[in-house]
C-alpha cells in the first residue's frame, strides 16, 4: 500500500500547531499553589475507570499504574470514582472507601504517587441513576435511558446520611493519604441529576428553585472541610454544558461555581455533557479543546483555580489555553494513558517523542464500559505496568532482528526490540510507514491517527532500528537474522461477486477497493455504494462525505451544541451538512439495527447518528449480485434491483498477508524464532489494539 501524504493537525489557536511544533512549554511547567498544596507543574492526570480500583487485590497493579505516571512528573493525578456507600456504586461491589481495609490498601497507592513528587486525589463518585444495579437512586424517579433500573427518590434523611457519607469517605481519603479528593458532580452523575431541572423534580427543600437544587452539593462540600480541614484539597467536577434537555442554564452554571467557591473548594474542574447525550464530547472526531471558551468563561467568574478537560492532548494546545487565560490547570487523562511520560518529555523540551492519545476509546472507555480493564491502544503497557514489562537485554544476549512490516504492529514490535537492546532492521515493502493508520488518518475527524505515524517515525530514530522502505522482505533479504518477526498486516477482501474483481475475475472500472479510495490512488463518483458496514465502511462514508478539519464553531453546528449556552442544556437546532454525494451502504446481514455503528462500544451511536445526518441511505440484507456499465444489480427485501451508482467501494474485511512465516521458517530458523503478529496472524476482528499489543508481547519476549 503507497502511503498518503502527512496531514497536518489543525487546532483551534493560531498559536499551536502538530505537537512536533517548537513552542516552549513556560506556563505549562510553571508550579501553583492549590489550597494547602503545591503542584509542581500545571498537568493533571484526570480520573479514568481502569478497572483495577474495584478489587483491593487489584490495588498493587492500580499503585504502579499510578506510579509510572508519578515518575513521568504530572503534577497530580485523580483516581477513577470510589464511592461512599452502597447506593453510590456504579456497578454491584463497585470500588468504595469506608472503612479501615480501603485505608490500608489505598496507602501503597498514595505511597507509589507521594515518593515521585506526585499529588494524587481520591474521587468520590455517586453515579445516582447510572448506577447498573437495584439499589440506585437519584433526586426524582426520572428514569435514566443508559440503564435498566427505575430509580428510588432519595428520601430527605437519605440525603442527609448521603452528606455524612461523603464527609467520612473523605476523611478516610486523607488518612490513606490523599492530598484531597475530587467530588464528582459533572457527567450526568447523582450531583448533576440534583442540580438539572431535567432530573430534580423534588418539592423540597432540594428541588425547585436553584437555590434548593443545589443545596446538597453544597452540604456535601461543606460537610468534607469541616471533617478534613483547611489544608485538605476539595475539587470539585462540574458540568459545563450538559447537552441534555433541561439541563442548566449558563446563568445557573456560573451561580453554581460561585456557590461552590463560597462552600469551600480549593479547585474546579469542568466536565462537558452527561453520559446520555447525543452528542460525542471526547471522540477522536470532536476539535481539540472545542469547550475551552467555557472552562475560560467561568475562570473569569472565580477566584480558585480551574482545570479545562475534554478533548486536550498535546502539550502545544494546553500551553496556548493557559496562555489565553482560559484555565490554570489542565486535565488530561487519556493522554497519560497513552504516554505516562507526558510531563517529563514537555519539561525536556520534547513533544516529539510523546505518544499521543488519538481519542480512538478502543483501549481505554470501549473496554470500561464493556466492565473490562481500561488500557491503551498505542499504550498497551497502561493498566499492565506489572505484567508488560520491557527488559533490557543481558550483555552478549543481543539478536539481529528482522520485523518484515511497517504498519502498527511492525512498528512497534520493531521499537520495543531496539529499545531493549535488539539490532532490529524493518523491511516494508511501501515508501512510508504506517500501514492502515495511513488510511485511517485520511479519514476527517480521524487526522490525530497521523500521531501516532509521527511517534513511531521518532522511536525508530531514538531506538536506532535500520528501516528499509520500498523493500518487500523475501529469502535473500532475511538471511542472517537470527529473529524474524512477520506483521505484514492485510489486504482488503474481495468477495467473489462478478465485476468486484475476484479470484479469476475481471474488476468493473466502478469497483474500487476501500483502500485505494483512501490512499488517494483512486477517486469516486457522485453516486457510491458502500458495500460492507465495519468500521471501515463508516470511515469511507465519511471520507465521501465530510471534509477535514472542522472548525469547533461548524463542529458545534452540525451536532447542535450551542457553546453560548444560551438555553437550557446548551442545546440547538442541529444544522444539516451539505449533501456532497449520494451514498449508499449495503450489508449481507439482514438485522440492519447496529448497521453502521462499527466496533466502538462508546461510537458506535455517534457514527450512527453522523451516517443519518450525511444522509447515508442503508439497506441490510442485500445479496450482491454483480456490478456491471448499469450499476450495482443486488437482491433485497426478496426484489432484484439496479443500483445506479458510479463507483462501488469494497470494504468487505480483510485478509492476512502471512506468506512470509513460510518463508522465514525455510531459512532453517526455529519456530520459536518466527512470530507473526497483527493481522498478519489473524485478519478477522483486527485492529490496531490488538496489532500493536501483539507486536509488544512478540518483542518483549526475544
Ligand atoms: P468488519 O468490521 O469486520 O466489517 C466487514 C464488513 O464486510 C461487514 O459489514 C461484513 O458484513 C462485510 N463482509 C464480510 N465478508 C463479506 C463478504 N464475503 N462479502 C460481502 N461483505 C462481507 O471489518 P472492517 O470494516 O474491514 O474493519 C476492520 C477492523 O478495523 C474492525 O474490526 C475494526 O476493529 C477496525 N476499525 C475500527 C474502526 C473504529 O472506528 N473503531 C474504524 C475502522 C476500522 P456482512 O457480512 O453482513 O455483509
Ligand atoms: Fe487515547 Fe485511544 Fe489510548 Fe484511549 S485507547 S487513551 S483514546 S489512544
Avoid at 453520559?275 to 476539535?287: D, F, G, N, S, W
Avoid at 484555565?327 to 517529563?344: N, T
Avoid at 519539561?347 to 470500561?368: F, V, Y
Wanted: with cysteine; hydrophobic share 40%; net charge positive.
Amino acid at each position: 500500500m503507497g502511503a498518503t501524504p502527512a496531514i497536518p493537525i489543525r487546532t483551534e489557536s493560531s498559536s499551536t500547531g502538530s505537537s512536533t511544533g517548537s513552542t516552549t512549554f513556560g506556563r505549562l511547567l510553571a508550579p501553583l499553589q492549590v489550597g494547602g498544596i503545591t503542584l509542581r507543574n500545571r498537568m493533571v492526570m484526570g480520573s479514568m475507570h481502569t478497572g483495577l480500583e474495584d478489587r483491593l487485590w487489584h490495588h498493587a497493579k492500580l499503585a504502579a499504574y499510578f506510579e509510572e505516571r508519578a515518575r513521568g512528573g504530572v503534577a497530580m493525578m485523580i483516581t477513577g470514582g470510589f464511592a461512599m456507600n452502597l447506593r453510590a456504586w456504579l456497578l454491584p461491589f463497585s470500588g468504595m472507601m469506608t472503612n479501615w481495609i480501603h485505608v490500608l490498601s489505598h496507602r501503597r497507592i498514595t505511597r507509589a504517587a507521594r515518593q515521585h513528587g506526585a499529588h494524587i486525589l481520591l474521587q468520590l463518585l455517586h453515579s445516582g441513576r447510572y448506577g447498573y444495579h437495584p439499589l440506585q437512586v437519584s433526586a426524582s424517579t426520572v428514569p435514566s435511558p443508559i440503564t435498566p433500573f427505575k430509580p428510588k427518590a432519595l428520601t430527605t434523611a437519605q440525603i442527609r446520611s448521603t452528606v455524612r457519607d461523603y464527609a467520612r469517605s473523605a476523611r478516610l481519603a486523607q488518612k490513606a493519604g490523599y492530598s484531597g479528593v475530587e467530588i464528582m458532580g459533572s457527567e450526568g452523575y447523582l450531583l448533576n441529576q440534583f442540580i438539572c431541572p431535567r432530573t430534580n423534580q423534588r418539592t423540597d427543600e432540594y428541588g425547585g428553585s436553584l437555590e434548593n437544587r443545589m443545596r446538597f452539593p453544597l452540604e456535601i462540600v461543606r460537610a468534607v472541610r469541616e471533617a478534613c480541614g483547611p489544608d485538605f484539597v476539595i475539587c470539585y467536577r462540574m458540568s459545563l454544558i450538559d447537552l441534555v434537555p433541561d439541563g442548566n442554564t449558563w446563568d445557573e452554571i456560573v451561580a453554581i461555581a460561585q456557590a461552590l467557591e463560597k462552600a469551600g473548594i480549593d479547585l474546579l474542574n469542568t466536565g462537558i455533557g452527561w453520559h446520555e447525550a447525543r452528542v460525542p464530547t471526547i471522540a477522536t472526531a470532536v476539535p481539540r479543546a472545542a469547550f475551552r471558551s467555557l472552562t475560560g468563561r467561568i475562570k473569569s467568574a472565580l477566584r480558585i483555580p480551574v482545570m479545562a478537560s475534554n478533548r486536550i492532548n498535546t502539550p502545544e494546545v494546553a500551553e496556548d489555553i493557559l496562555a489565553q487565560g482560559q484555565a490554570d490547570l489542565i486535565s488530561m487523562a487519556r493522554p497519560l494513558l497513552a504516554d505516562p511520560d507526558f510531563a517529563r518529555k514537555v519539561a525536556e523540551g520534547k513533544p516529539e517523542a510523546i505518544n499521543t492519545c488519538i481519542a480512538c476509546n478502543q483501549g481505554c472507555l470501549d473496554l470500561t464500559f464493556s466492565n473490562q480493564r481500561a488500557t491503551c491502544l498505542v499504550n498497551p503497557r497502561a493498566g499492565y505496568e506489572t505484567e508488560i514489562v520491557y527488559k533490557p537485554v543481558a550483555p552478549g544476549a543481543q539478536k539481529k532482528v528482522a520485523v518484515v512490516g511497517g504498519g502498527m504492529a511492525g512498528l512497534t514490535a520493531a521499537t520495543v526490540a531496539a529499545d531493549r537492546g535488539h539490532e532490529v532492521t524493518l523491511f516494508e515493502s511501501a515508501s512510508d510507514i504506517g500501514g492502515q493508520f495511513n488510511l485511517a488518518a485520511a479519514v476527517p475527524g480521524k487526522e490525530e491517527f497521523q500521531e501516532t505515524i509521527r511517534y513511531y517515525r521518532h522511536e525508530l530514530a531514538r531506538t536506532g532500528v535500520t528501516v528499509k522502505l520500498n523493500t518487500p522482505a523475501g529469502s535473500d533479504t532475511l538471511q542472517g537474522f537470527d529473529h524474524v518477526v512477520v506483521a505484514s498486516g492485510v489486504k482488503p477482501r474481495v468477495p467473489s461477486v462478478p465485476g468486484f474483481g475476484g479470484a479469476g475475475q475481471a474488476r468493473h472500472p466502478k469497483v474500487v477497493l476501500y483502500s485505494e479510495l483512501l490512499s488517494g490512488a483512486k477517486t469516486a463518483g457522485q453516486r457510491v455504494a458502500v458495500i460492507g458496514s465495519g468500521g471501515i465502511g463508516v470511515d469511507t462514508c465519511s471520507y465521501l462525505l465530510e471534509e477535514h478539519h472542522q472548525p469547533t464553531a461548524e463542529w458545534a453546528a452540525h451536532w447542535g451544541v450551542d457553546l453560548q449556552v444560551s438555553d437550557r442544556g446548551g442545546l440547538a437546532p442541529a444544522q444539516p451538512r451539505p449533501q456532497r454525494r449520494q451514498v449508499v451502504m449495503l450489508q449481507r446481514n439482514p438485522n440492519g439495527k447496529k448497521m453502521g455503528a462499527g466496533p466502538g462500544k462508546t461510537t458506535g451511536w455517534a457514527h450512527k447518528i453522523l451516517l443519518k445526518q450525511l444522509g447515508v441511505r442503508m439497506i441490510a440484507g442485500a445479496e450482491y449480485v454483480a456490478v456491471d456499465d448499469a450499476g450495482l444489480h443486488i437482491r433485497a427485501e426478496g426484489k432484484d434491483q439496479c443500483l445506479d451508482v458510479d463507483t462501488v467501494v469494497l470494504c468487505a474485511g480483510q485478509e492476512s498477508v502471512d506468506e512470509l512465516k513460510s518463508v522465514a521458517q525455510a531459512l532453517g530458523l526455529a519456530e520459536s524464532a518466527v512470530q507473526v503478529v497483527g493481522g498478519a496472524k489473524l485478519a478477522g476482528e483486527l485492529d490496531a489494539r490488538r496489532a500493536i499489543r501483539e507486536g509488544a508481547l512478540a518483542a518483549a519476549s526475544i
